[in-house]
């Protein structure tokens, strides 16, 4: 026996060389030598050790996947595109604790598996399935090398990974396999597991890559920093990226880096996955009934390509802030050429090592501005960019606040043209054909500074402006009149408040009307789930300072009269401000939402002096808490069903 242990062990460790490390210390003869001797040995004793590699071979065809119960719920991840929506994300987080720590790791594109082990021995594999309940897909998993068969920890414990095919492998096999390819690098992962027999599974060589631990029933981590350690020292492959960051900054920055780098990896990606670090803040946190609050992933949906930096050029923007604008070597991307890309400020152009002359990658979504993702590589004669010292349209001095530069002239006519491009843009006022083109043209000849001022354009005012005729003048003054009357929502964010995207604009309509916007106080603005100290600041600022009073009152005197959605005037919860707090187990969120706004209520976002109510659904957490110290009416499901079912 003591012999069977020792070739265990010595070929478990070998074979971690081999397949995780991809460093084998031994040829292939030195590892089938021991092989056979275990093998022969199990044979005569007619004992086979738990962690014996003998176990990995592929056994017989199942007849069919049992069902399992995780231990655990696998949850899945709310999803963010947008930098507006990973931003409404870390804010959340720092509203629960402004101290919070995030990782930040690549979000692999597979099968989700769940491998359960008991008293240290494997027991148990099984996919995700819809996060409670899965496949057990032992027999197939134990072709696989990228785990353990044992592991130190002797309690019970869930850990949770990507079943991946490499691309180089899936490349290898359908050449050997011309008449029946695998389709995609994910298809073919999830066919190897989900096969009935293991012997394909092998056949494919999926693997796969660790990054939870999902479960333990004693001395859980305290973070998931501390878990991937656990993983790798217990012998589970794990990817070696992972950054610990403590800013939006940092976390962006990280985003970033993963999707330049996932281009040269052999793994299939689609994303970047962002989680509070701690395990105390997670426990605050909570979930919905569908998604952990603490965690996002951040998904990749645009197309890129490499092109060369020619020049770097400077943008002033709305805020006044300069931005590097990249003249760069033609590329097709999303069915246009692209021939300028941006950067997102002075401190991005240097972090991402982006020169005159660099090799660069470009990432361009439907209408969004291409964007430079980092440099791929540098010319010899590769130049750094330069740090402006005056703004280049206006020649006023500038400001270095953080990693920005601003014109400090709020005169400078870019900055003008592009506030009111801002206000005119889809999301905003949607004003239908009014460009920027035909904005600069009105600012330079008929005097256009002020968002009121476009309400004061009539057809004498386009007459004589090169490609103006009757009829684009009547339907760019039509859509001009019809933006009088835009949701709230989207006013509060055309105007330009600093901070103030989509999602927190939506949150700020909610209080009715821009006069209960501006008399909102610090601590009821930051009570709002989207809306941090910074952003909080900046509206206040936004409403004191008396030239945007001004204007607000003279777009008030144009007819400027934004719309809110009205309450039914009956119903269950008519007049009420409604929170919805925790998992309802009958409906989604959305759904109960609607019926909640079909019933005469406002719907908000989290707990503030004006709710009225909140519903409380399985796992309630903070809101919850927050209700009953302010002393807000709480209800359960139940009841909340029952108002819904007498209405």
Not at 179 to 193: C, F, Q, S, T, Y
């Amino acid at each position: 026996m003591d012999r069977m242990r020792y070739l265990v062990d010595t070929l478990n460790r070998w074979a971690y060389e081999y397949y995780v490390q991809d460093a084998p210390s031994v040829s292939d003869r030195e590892y089938d030598a021991l092989y056979d001797e275990l093998r022969e040995l199990e044979r005569e004793t007619g004992t086979v050790l738990p962690d014996s590699p003998t176990r990995r071979v592929g056994g017989e065809p199942v007849k069919g996947f049992a069902r399992h119960a995780h231990i655990a719920p696998l949850f899945s991840l709310d999803k963010a595109v947008t930098e507006d929506e990973l931003d409404a994300f870390l804010t959340r987080v720092h509203k629960v604790d402004p101290d919070a720590a995030f990782t930040v790791e690549y979000k692999f594109d597979g099968l989700t598996m769940c491998l359960t082990y008991e008293n240290g021995a494997f027991v148990r594999a099984a996919t995700r399935g819809n996060g409670r309940e899965g496949e057990d897909v032992t027999a197939q998993a134990l072709t696989l090398h990228s785990f353990p068969l044992a592991i130190p920890y002797k309690g019970t414990i869930e850990v949770r990974g990507e079943a991946i095919i490499r691309l180089s492998v899936l490349e290898k096999y359908n050449a050997a396999h011309p008449d029946e390819p695998l389709k995609n690098a994910r298809n073919a992962a999830a066919g190897a597991i989900r096969n009935l027999d293991p012997k394909v599974t092998a056949s494919r060589h999926p693997e796969i890559v660790f990054y939870d631990i999902n479960y333990m029933s004693e001395s859980p981590v305290s973070s998931q920093t501390e878990a991937l350690e656990k993983l790798k020292a217990w012998g589970f492959e794990t990817f070696p990226y992972l950054r610990v960051c403590k800013t939006a900054e940092e976390v962006q920055s990280a985003i970033d880096e993963i999707e330049v780098e996932r281009k040269k990896l052999d793994i299939l990606t689609d994303g970047a996955v962002v989680k509070t670090n701690e395990e105390s803040v997670r426990r605050k946190m909570g979930y919905t009934d569908k998604f952990p609050r603490w965690a996002i992933a951040y998904k990749f949906e645009a197309e890129e390509a490499e092109a060369t930096v020619e020049e770097v050029l400077w943008q002033v923007g709305r805020t006044g802030k300069l931005t590097p604008l990249a003249r760069i070597t033609p590329v097709e991307l999303a069915g246009a050429t692209v021939r300028r890309a941006t950067l997102n400020n002075y401190g991005d152009l240097t972090r991402k090592d982006v020169k005159v002359g660099s090799r660069v990658l470009v990432r361009r979504s439907n209408e969004v501005i291409p964007e430079i993702l980092g440099a791929v590589s540098h010319a010899e004669g590769s130049v750094p960019v330069s740090k402006p010292a005056v703004c280049p349209a206006c020649g006023a001095p500038t400001l270095e606040v953080g990693a920005n530069l601003f014109c400090t002239n709020r005169a400078c006519p870019p900055r003008i043209i592009q506030k009111l491009t801002h206000y005119c843009s889809k999301n905003a006022a949607d004003v239908e054909g009014m460009s920027e083109a035909t904005l600069t043209m009105l600012y330079e000849k008929r005097g256009v500074r002020r968002f009121s001022d476009l309400y004061a354009l009539t057809a004498e005012s386009f007459a004589g402006l090169e490609g103006f005729k009757e009829r684009k003048t009547g339907n760019l003054l039509q859509a001009i009149a019809a933006s009088k009357t835009m949701p709230l929502e989207r006013f509060l964010y055309a105007i330009g408040i600093e901070g103030i995207g989509r999602v927190a604009a939506r949150d700020l309509a909610a209080f009715g009307s821009v006069e209960a916007v501006a008399a909102l106080t610090f601590d009821e603005l930051v009570a709002l789930e989207n809306i941090g100290d910074v952003t909080a600041n900046a509206i206040l600022r936004y409403f004191a300072d008396e030239e945007n009073a001004e204007e607000l009152a003279r777009l008030k005197a144009a007819g400027v009269a934004p719309t809110v959605k009205t309450r039914a005037a009956e119903g269950a919860f008519a007049g009420e401000n409604v929170v919805l707090t925790g998992g309802l187990s009958s409906m989604s969120r959305p759904e109960a939402q609607k019926s909640i706004e079909a019933l005469g209520g406002t719907v908000q976002s989290s707990v503030t002096q004006k709710t009225t109510l909140v519903i409380a659904g399985e796992k309630a957490g903070s809101k919850f808490k927050k209700a009953q110290q302010l002393g807000i009416r709480i209800i359960g499901e139940e009841e909340f069903l029952d108002l819904l079912k007498e209405n």
